[in-house]
């Protein structure tokens, strides 16, 4: 059987880890290996994984539960998870959501049937007030996929509720960063995804998102230092598809994305001088160029969001276009 190893950052989670461990440990599935990354969590959240995997006798020699000497924050423990894992495969979870009871059994059934690299499953966001609403993971293209991640909210880029081959993050360099906490998973998917070979899709829902947990990376989305983080995610991927991608096929996706980096950041007060110092990125295309004198000030907004937003709307019609009519031919 291939071996899946099971990624979980633990922090702050005593309210959910229960129902998140149950479901890991009680997977249909055999061939699981479980590392937990206790980030220094200041709640009884490690003792309640360690209450519930005795319910589970069996599971007890797969699981590790690596400490860090100082909480480092959601980056550092996703990559020391990687580094802990021994799987053919990863998959990460969140350790505030949780995942269907077959969901690794029917990911890995997948894989072996398309050999794919990073197998997508759909996923239900789940409220506190117990509505779940069904997501579907769109099947397309690899390179369209990616460019509408790249020019951001239009194909979520979560790590988590995917089966990914643990050679596409050691043979590429591709790990998550420490320091980045907020939209690492903007800085990790992209690459990932432009790294592998095939990707193939399960038509079920194999992940859990607790939407409105206060543990949500997103919580506290628009904090000077979630923005900050943010910035630092997307200067990852411009560093990393200026070194691999020498055709420039995704730099019009990138410079799309940009304009949302901007206006993001200018809207929660930060400058354009500390916007620059922590991005490379400088406008490479003449229509970016053009539109650079929207990206300086508080006062061009408007015109910078206006902008991305019709950008962004006729590039994506573009791209599912063009899906179409690789479907067709």
Not at 94 to 101: E, G, H, I, N, R
Not at 163 to 187: C, F
Request: aromatic residues 12%.
């Amino acid at each position: 059987m291939m071996k899946v190893s099971i990624l979980v950052p633990v922090y702050g989670v005593e309210r959910y880890i229960e129902q998140c461990a149950r479901t890991l440990f009680g997977q249909t599935y055999d061939d699981i290996e479980y590392v937990f990354v206790d980030d220094c969590t200041p709640d009884n959240s490690v003792a309640v994984i360690r209450q519930v995997l005795a319910e589970y006798p069996h599971r007890e020699q797969q699981v590790h539960i690596v400490r860090h000497d100082h909480n480092r924050g959601l980056g550092a423990a996703r990559k020391t998870a990687l580094e802990s894992a021994t799987g053919d495969f990863v998959l990460n979870v969140d350790s505030d959501d949780y995942l269907a009871m077959d969901a690794v059994e029917k990911l890995v059934a997948c894989q072996q049937q398309t050999d794919a690299d990073i197998v997508s499953g759909n996923y239900s966001s789940h409220f506190e007030d117990g509505t779940i609403i069904y997501h579907r993971e769109q099947h397309l293209n690899k390179d369209i996929s990616l460019k509408l991640m790249l020019v951001q909210h239009t194909l979520l880029p979560h790590i988590w509720a995917r089966l990914i081959r643990k050679t596409m993050y050691t043979e590429h360099g591709i790990a998550s960063v420490e320091g980045i906490n907020m939209a690492e998973d903007m800085a990790l998917t992209p690459r990932l995804i432009h790294a592998a070979n095939k990707m193939a899709y399960v038509d079920d829902s194999v992940y859990f998102y607790r939407d409105d947990s206060s543990a949500s990376t997103f919580a506290n989305y628009l904090s000077t230092k979630h923005v900050l983080s943010y910035v630092k995610a997307n200067e990852t991927l411009w560093q990393y598809f200026s070194a691999n991608d020498p055709k420039q096929d995704f730099l019009f996706a990138l410079e799309v994305g940009m304009l949302n980096v901007y206006y993001q950041a200018l809207a929660v007060g930060i400058d354009k001088q500390q916007i620059e110092a922590s991005l490379s990125y400088k406008p490479q295309t003449f229509f970016f160029k053009y539109l650079q004198g929207l990206l300086a000030h508080q006062q061009t907004l408007p015109l910078l969001r206006f902008a991305y937003l019709t950008v962004k709307w006729c590039y994506k019609k573009l791209l599912l276009l063009s899906d179409k009519l690789q479907a067709l031919f």
